[in-house]
Each structure stands twice: as C-alpha cells, then as structure tokens.
C-alpha cells in the first residue's frame, strides 16, 4: 500500500507548492484565472486525447462501464434532487454539486489506483471515458445555457462540439476506436503538452486555498457535506452493491468498480466551476475533503475486496 500512499504524497506536494506560491503572491494577481484558461482551453484536452487514444477499445467498453455510470448518475441525481427541491439551489450551482458527488478523479488519481491497486491502469479508462464523453458535455451545456445564455439547441450543440475538452477527448477515443497508430512524432508532443496539465490544476488548486476557510459559514457547507458524503460512502457502496447483485462480477472486477467509485471528486469539477465563476468554493472544498478522506476509503476497500 505505499505505493498509494506515495500517489497522495507526490498530489500533496503540488497543491503545496501552489498554496504556497500563493502565499508569496510570486505569481500575481492573474494567475488563478490565467491557469484555469491554460487548463481548460490548452493542456486538460492535450492530456485527455492522449490518454484515450491509447487505451485498449476493449477496456474501454468494459461491463465496468455501466456499473460506475448507474452508480454516479445515481448520486449526482440524489444531489440535484435535494439542491433543487429542498435547499431550492440555482440550476447552475445544482449542476457544479452533482458533479462534485459522482465525478471521480479518473486521471491523476484513477490511474495510480488502478495500477498500484488492481495492477492495470486500464481499469480506469472507462470511468474516464463515461466522464468526458457524457457527464462533461452535459454539465457543460447546461452551464453554458444558464451562466452565458446560450438558449437555442443549435448553439448549445456548436458550443458544446467546440469546447476544447470535449474536441481531445472525442478526437482521442476516435484514434482508439479506429485502431490508428500515432507515429512518435506526432504522440509524444502531445504527451509532453498533456503531462503538464496535472501538476498546474494542482498548482492552480493550491493557489485558490490561499487565504481561504474550508467549511466557512456562508460557503455552502451543507453542499460540501453531503457532496463528500455522497461520493465517498454512497458511491462506493451503489457500485458495490449493482455490480455485486446486478450484474453479478466477482473477484477482481467487482474490487476495481468500488474501488474507482471511492476515487475523489475531480480537479475538473473545479476547473468547470472556475471557468463558469459558479460554485467555486463548494468545488474547492469538496475535492480537498473528499481527496483527504479518500485515503481510509480505499484502504477499506482493499482490505476488504482486495
């Protein structure tokens, strides 16, 4: 289990630096909003086309896809009901709370995991893809509709199509589909743009913790809880249960479900909330809870499935 724990260790450092470069204002008052333009719109879709394009197709469409997508829909619908109807949220802020509650960390944590606790970083892939090619678009249309007021079909659909994120993510599981093998001079700069977008949504995460409270009255905390609830305990629980009894896996397939489901909740969650100034701070904090918490999560889960 160091190997997990080394993963936390080398995340940790990152925010870190970023808080800390915060502190010294070294970089300036731009710098939260320029690297979250940096991430969004340049290295999170390098990252994403590479990743993709060289997964196995047969990973990628594994029956691990339809348990964690029941499984996270299934939360983010619990979220949105209780946003809406009971604490009457607007439908923005609802859309930045349900994802915080299924949306894991198939990248910069699902992968680690994946190959440090189930011994083939394939497992992740589906989760990754469900989340791109579904959660993102939908999330980021209805955004698009109700913080910029995109109302006719038309420009949600273009606006969507053309949202960087979506472009790599599509372009890369079109590469993986289609069997195409990308000669080293075309991938490796693409992986090398791609693999610095982890260490600066870190960084930029580290930097908006600068000067702030978790869990400060008047932030949403009521989101943040049950957000962090929902996808750490429920989640893995409802991925546990349908695969066990819906589905019917055993063994190693029914320990990488739960074990993906108790990944934290995204860095993108995050990046989307900084982009559309919504909900920021139940974003931020959710992903700092749920990213401590998730520690004794996954160690019970190996524990027990492992």
């Given at each position: 289990?160091?190997?997990?724990?080394?993963?936390?260790?080398?995340?940790?450092?990152a925010?870190?630096?970023?808080w800390?470069?915060?502190?010294?204002?070294v970089?300036?008052?731009?710098?939260?909003?320029v690297?979250?333009k940096l991430?969004?719109n340049?290295?999170?879709?390098?990252l994403l086309?590479?990743v993709?394009?060289?997964s196995?197709?047969g990973?990628?469409?594994?029956v691990?896809?339809p348990?964690?997508?029941?499984?996270a829909?299934?939360?983010?619908?619990?979220f949105?009901?209780?946003?809406?109807?009971v604490?009457?949220?607007?439908v923005?802020r609802?859309?930045?709370?349900?994802?915080?509650?299924g949306?894991?960390n198939?990248?910069n944590f699902?992968i680690?995991i994946?190959v440090?606790?189930l011994?083939?970083?394939?497992?992740?892939?589906?989760?990754v893809l469900?989340?791109?090619l579904?959660?993102?678009?939908v999330?980021l249309?209805?955004?698009?509709?109700?913080?910029?007021?995109?109302t006719?079909?038309?420009?949600?659909?273009?606006?969507?199509?053309?949202n960087?994120?979506?472009?790599?993510?599509?372009?890369?599981?079109?590469?993986?589909v289609?069997?195409?093998?990308?000669?080293?001079?075309?991938?490796e700069?693409?992986?090398?743009?791609?693999?610095?977008?982890?260490?600066?949504?870190?960084i930029a995460?580290?930097?908006?913790?600068h000067?702030?409270?978790?869990?400060?009255?008047?932030?949403?905390?009521?989101?943040v809880?049950?957000a962090?609830t929902?996808?750490l305990v429920?989640?893995?629980?409802a991925?546990?249960?349908?695969g066990r009894f819906?589905?019917?896996?055993d063994?190693?397939e029914?320990y990488?479900v739960?074990?993906?489901?108790a990944?934290?909740?995204a860095?993108?969650?995050f990046?989307?909330?900084q982009?559309?100034?919504t909900a920021?701070?139940?974003a931020?904090d959710?992903v700092f809870?749920?990213t401590?918490a998730?520690?004794?999560?996954?160690?019970?889960?190996?524990?027990?499935l492992?």
């Amino acid at each position: 289990m160091i190997e997990i724990f080394t993963g936390f260790a080398v995340i940790a450092l990152a925010v870190f630096v970023g808080w800390i470069a915060g502190r010294l204002g070294v970089l300036g008052p731009s710098a939260r909003p320029v690297l979250a333009k940096l991430n969004f719109n340049v290295l999170a879709p390098f990252l994403l086309f590479s990743v993709l394009a060289s997964s196995d197709v047969g990973a990628l469409f594994s029956v691990l896809l339809p348990v964690s997508a029941i499984a996270a829909v299934a939360m983010m619908l619990v979220f949105a009901a209780v946003s809406l109807a009971v604490w009457r949220r607007g439908v923005a802020r609802t859309v930045i709370g349900s994802l915080a509650s299924g949306y894991v960390n198939g990248n910069n944590f699902g992968i680690p995991i994946a190959v440090y606790m189930l011994g083939d970083a394939a497992y992740s892939a589906p989760v990754v893809l469900l989340q791109l090619l579904l959660f993102a678009p939908v999330a980021l249309a209805v955004l698009g509709a109700k913080v910029e007021g995109r109302t006719s079909a038309w420009v949600i659909v273009r606006s969507t199509l053309t949202n960087p994120i979506i472009v790599g993510s599509l372009l890369g599981v079109l590469v993986a589909v289609t069997g195409l093998e990308l000669p080293p001079i075309v991938l490796e700069p693409i992986e090398l743009i791609g693999h610095a977008a982890v260490p600066l949504m870190l960084i930029a995460y580290g930097l908006s913790l600068h000067g702030q409270r978790l869990l400060e009255p008047g932030t949403g905390r009521r989101d943040v809880l049950l957000a962090s609830t929902l996808k750490l305990v429920a989640m893995p629980v409802a991925a546990w249960a349908l695969g066990r009894f819906a589905f019917g896996l055993d063994g190693i397939e029914l320990y990488a479900v739960t074990a993906l489901a108790a990944l934290p909740t995204a860095q993108n969650v995050f990046v989307f909330a900084q982009r559309y100034e919504t909900a920021e701070v139940v974003a931020r904090d959710t992903v700092f809870i749920t990213t401590i918490a998730s520690v004794p999560v996954l160690l019970a889960v190996a524990v027990l499935l492992g």
